[in-house]
């Protein structure tokens, strides 16, 4: 357990008796995730799990943001320069760490007092509790960017309250703290002063049950109020319009709820839908509703065969053209191709879920967890 | 102080097994659940490929429909240890029961869940309609059976029975429920035997109208699914009298509600009552008191009564239309058949995943007590009714696909495999229900774990549309038709897949090594070879009655012994057959093992069950005793793989029950506090 040196600064470690604190440390990349990062992270859980003395794990990132996601740009100039299996490397070593986190078997107490995004999500969401701010700025927002939510979130949207998680990923939608807590993505929220009287109550409570940390963190607590134009307030039509079979249908539904009332936030939402990738939207639909069925484990091995066909890029390159359009060029006018939602077809679709043909590919080898917690059983 | 001491030995033998971790950190119950994801041997094959095998369409319709209704509290989510079920309520009384399988229609309607269901065309939309109606069926067996009253016979008969006027009328205002149509046609008095129902509907040249009537108390209409509380029009099955001539069974749809649900002048309803199980489905009897409609209101398809009281048919022979009417009703065994399998999936999942992570005895002194699926016995008793269910799985998609693929020249075949797998497959449906329910102890009682409920509301299957047993002896009619209908003409068989008999008598080695009895074309023979005996002795039985003076059909109700094992041999050779073909169109080398090791497996505890094989000496003793032999070879090489094929089902989590996951957590005292 040492702590930082050379490349690992990019996670701080502190030991607080028996609670560690580990802070995401990238501050002028918005803590976006590293290959470094990731397997740093993944280290330092594993060793936690074997060591004894340790019964609390705090995650936080440095600056304003939490963790603004992985580092995608990183991953596309990988693949660029070299090969698509190099991207593979990152996504096998971050959907690891998900999965550890997911049935760790300590408590991981996540600080989300910032941006939250993609990978971000996935370093936090899987834990057992995540404490939301006033700065907490959460989204998914991947299928602007030619991708789809990963990192288990077919697992943790789809979760979400009625159709919320088909919203939220297809959309990239924004929520604050208080839209996170009242949507489960957030089991707490404090405001960010209380936050280091919070954390040195939280490692003089010297204890791993769930009870005790729950009941320590809810003493720094309250309950805020959801914002007037919350998406909170619309699940009624979410979920009428987003439970539907197709995203063709789900547009279609959209708009007839528009063609009754002029609706800003439903005519944003129908715009959100039409500027994201054709592609995406659809894989991203079928993950979500495949996640509402299955464990987490088996949704990571999913996702990643979704993320190497899309690295792979033989039905669409999309997900180059996003990070061009949104991380590189920043023209914000990214071309689809396809670009039309009719022109991508159900055999497409197919080929993301599909192991890859090439003999050196292997799907997700999840590590063997032993020791599982009673209430990360249930996630498997 | 010896017992705790040795408690304490068995406990760290059972930690040992499964737990390397240096820390607990959660007190350690006395008998621990371990996943059996985390337990057992990772999976040798693709269960996401397998799933598509067996699921065979509509994948992501079917996913769509299962979140549907994870997503919504009118399906009765409830947490257990840590999961989220849902499964209805069975505590609920009857009429709860069915107000809540109403208010799920309605909510499945809102959500489009029927869209297309009798206005859309082609094989696309059948198949769709399949996989939803299958999705339900696993939900709930009365909601699917309220929605499959509604859609199939209703709709159906207004579909095939019905003409353009009776479609533009009725098609859709049926899928969207604007009316609720239900389907009289058993009675009292009459169930299987439709053509001896006495309601009678005589047409009444001057007013134009058919007049409906129940004349007597054993022809009220029994079992009137949709008929106690909601359904607003029936198709009423009726005895036609046309100037003063009877013309047989006819189809007439006829108001019993109006659209605020009273009961129309001369009707009465009454409840059927509480019954074993589907009490959510409202079960009905009706009395008709010379109820007058519109002559359009004749369905007539196949028959017409013009104005003036004229009977126009262009199908002549009486037997020939009955037979042309009721073909089209075989979707209804279709969808009990598939259905069947369905069930039989869920309860194997359900207790075989609790077979891996429940432990009862050690048998080593001090050591750690034997997972249950590690018992040969335990595996003897469910890992054959596995297999077959794979079989049959295989089977019941042939089955869709040749209904979908019907035509004229299909018909009879159509008729004679939905009736031999409608039978066989509710009856192994039964079967396994017992097994695994006994499988999973005291925890198999247990509504909340599904299967013992199940077997009462799955028992029906065996007899409503059509008994097994009737089912069975029309299959050994049909085959002794097609018998004497080749021998007469001296012509090849070419149909129902008697095709074999046109080949020579297939030869059974002396001594049936283990490499043998795994291969096809033993399996296929032995198959054959019991068909084709048992055909021709049926054949021979009946004839010698018939030559001693005895009818056709009363040789046939005395040879019914036969008849029984000819019914049962053909179905297992078509079921092996269907299986055989899965097998073949798969690539996936790791698939194909597995599917070979099924299906050895379900041919060989066939051979061991059925005492035909012995009886009529297909088998020799020795021979018996070698298939027994490898039966439980079979049993100890598929029972590793006894979680993924399981996994396969495609039945979510959500729709098995607490026994199959965590029931330490699911049953902790904390659980009873919340």
């Not at chain 2, 009537?213 to 106690?228: D, F, L, R, V």
């Amino acid at each position: 357990m040492a702590s930082s040196f050379g490349e690992t600064d990019q996670v701080l470690v502190e030991e607080k008796s028996s609670t560690r604190i580990f802070t995401l440390n990238r501050p002028k990349q918005l803590n976006a995730a590293s290959f470094t990062m990731v397997s740093r992270l993944l280290e330092l859980f594993l060793a936690c799990e074997e060591d004894p003395s340790v019964k609390l794990i705090i995650l936080k990132g440095k600056g304003r943001a939490f963790c603004a996601g992985g580092d995608v740009a990183a991953v596309v100039r990988d693949i660029t320069q070299g090969h698509w299996k190099l991207g593979a490397n990152f996504f096998r070593r971050e959907f690891i760490l998900n999965y550890v986190m997911a049935t760790f078997s300590k408590p991981q107490v996540s600080i989300l007092n910032g941006i939250v995004m993609g990978g971000g999500a996935g370093v936090s969401i899987h834990g057992r509790f995540r404490v939301a701010t006033e700065n907490s700025l959460f989204a998914m927002p991947e299928t602007a960017l030619g991708l789809f939510p990963d990192v288990g979130a077919s697992y943790f949207l789809s979760r979400l309250p009625g159709f919320f998680g088909e919203y939220v990923g297809l959309i990239g939608a924004r929520l604050d703290g208080a839209e996170m807590l009242a949507c489960g993505l957030a089991t707490h929220f404090v405001l960010s002063e209380k936050l280091s009287l919070l954390e040195d109550a939280l490692c003089k409570a010297d204890s791993s049950d769930p009870a005790v940390i729950s009941a320590t963190i809810s003493e720094f607590s309250l309950a805020p109020s959801l914002k007037e134009k919350s998406a909170c307030h619309r699940l009624n039509i979410i979920n009428k319009c987003f439970s539907r079979r197709t995203i063709e249908e789900i547009i279609l539904a959209l708009e007839r709820e528009a063609a009754d009332k002029e609706d800003e936030w439903i005519s944003s939402t129908i715009q959100s839908l039409k500027k994201a990738s054709p592609t995406s939207l659809k894989i991203s639909l079928r993950s979500i509703r495949e996640g509402r069925l299955q464990g987490v484990g088996k949704c990571l091995v999913r996702e990643y065969r979704m993320v190497c066909n899309v690295m792979q890029g033989e039905t669409s390159k999309d997900f180059f053209e996003g990070c061009r359009a949104i991380l590189v060029d920043k023209d914000k006018n990214p071309k689809w191709e396809p670009s039309k939602l009719e022109q991508v077809t159900e055999d497409m679709v197919d080929r993301y879920f599909s192991k890859i043909n090439d003999k050196d590919w292997e799907d997700l080898n999840l590590p063997r967890r032993l020791n599982i917690p009673p209430h990360a059983i249930a996630k498997l | 102080m010896e017992k705790v001491n040795f408690r304490t030995q068995v406990l760290t033998g059972h930690l040992q097994n499964h737990r390397h971790a240096t820390t607990t950190i959660y007190p350690s119950p006395c008998v621990s659940y371990v996943p059996p994801e985390i337990s057992e041997q990772p999976f040798s094959f693709d269960v996401s490929s397998m799933r598509k095998l067996m699921d065979g369409h509509n994948l992501g319709d079917r996913d769509w429909l299962f979140n549907l209704m994870v997503q919504s509290k009118l399906f009765n989510p409830r947490l257990r240890g840590g999961k989220v079920f849902v499964v209805p309520d069975y505590n609920h009384s009857m009429e709860q029961q069915r107000e809540i399988t109403m208010k799920r229609i309605e909510y499945l309607l809102d959500h489009g869940a029927f869209e297309g269901w009798l206005t859309g065309k082609g094989p696309e939309a059948e198949m769709k309609k399949f996989a939803l109606l299958e999705v339900i069926e696993i939900f709930d067996h009365s909601l699917a059976i309220k929605i499959g009253v509604h859609f199939f016979l209703w709709g159906g008969a207004i579909q095939f029975f019905g003409t353009k006027r009776h479609h533009d009328k009725w098609l859709r205002a049926t899928e969207n429920y604007l009316i609720k149509g239900c389907f009289a046609m058993t009675e009292l008095g009459h169930g299987s035997n439709v053509r001896g129902i006495e309601t009678t509907a005589t047409y009444e040249a001057n007013t134009g109208e058919f007049v409906i009537n129940t004349p007597c108390e054993s022809a009220q209409k029994y079992w009137i699914g949709g008929a106690a509380n909601h359904a607003t029009h029936t198709v009423v099955f009726s005895q036609l009298n046309v100037d003063g001539n009877n013309q047989g069974v006819h189809a007439f749809i006829t108001q019993i509600r109006d659209e605020n649900g009273n009961i129309c002048p001369n009707i009465r309803i009454a409840d059927c009552g509480h019954k074993i199980g589907l009490n959510g489905v409202d079960n009905g009897r009706i009395w008709f008191d010379n109820v007058r409609i519109p002559r359009e209101n004749l369905l007539n398809s196949v028959a017409d009564v013009s104005t003036d009281g004229k009977y126009l048919s262009a199908i002549k022979d009486p037997d020939q239309r009955f037979a042309a009417f009721l073909a089209p009703l075989t979707s209804g065994r279709v969808t009990i058949a598939v259905s069947a399998v369905y069930s039989a999936k869920i309860s194997l999942a359900i207790a075989i995943r609790y077979s891996l992570t429940r432990r009862a005895f050690s048998i080593t002194a001090n050591g750690p007590e034997l997972l249950l699926l590690d018992y040969p016995s335990h595996q003897r008793r469910l890992l054959p009714l596995l297999a077959k269910t794979y079989a049959m799985s295989f089977a019941s998609n042939y089955l869709k696909l040749l209904y979908i693929k019907r035509s004229p020249q299909l018909i009879k075949t159509i008729h004679v495999v939905s009736s031999a797998f409608k039978a066989t497959l509710t009856w192994h449906n039964m079967r396994t229900l017992q097994e695994c329910r006994e499988a999973c102890g005291g925890q198999g009682l247990k509504t909340e774990n599904r299967i013992g409920q199940m077997k009462g509301e799955y028992d029906v299957q065996s007899t409503f549309e059509g008994d097994n047993n009737v089912l069975m002896q029309q299959v050994s009619k049909a085959l002794l038709a097609e018998y004497v209908a080749a021998k007469k003409r001296n012509k090849p068989f070419k149909e129902l897949g008697l095709e074999h008999m046109n080949r020579s008598c297939p030869v059974i080695p002396a001594q049936l090594a283990s490499s043998t009895l795994r291969s096809t074309q033993f399996q296929n023979d032995i198959f054959c070879l019991r068909e084709r005996d048992l055909l021709n002795r049926f054949a021979a039985e009946v004839s010698q009655y018939q030559a001693h003076g005895e009818s056709k059909e009363s040789a046939f109700v005395v040879s019914y012994q036969v008849a029984e094992d000819l019914g049962k041999a053909f179905s297992d050779r078509a079921i092996l057959q269907s299986a055989i073909e899965a097998e073949n169109n798969v690539k996936d080398a790791s698939l194909k093992n597995i599917l070979a090791l099924l299906r050895s497996m379900y041919v060989l505890v066939t051979l061991e069950e059925d005492a035909a094989f012995l009886r009529y000496g297909y088998l020799s003793t020795d021979n018996a005793a070698a298939v027994r032999k490898e039966v439980a070879k079979l049993c100890s090489e598929i029972r590793p793989q006894a979680l993924a094929l399981v996994s396969s089902f495609g039945i979510p989590d959500a729709f098995l029950s607490p026994i199959a996951f965590d029931w330490v957590a699911a049953n902790s005292w904390s659980t009873v506090q919340n």
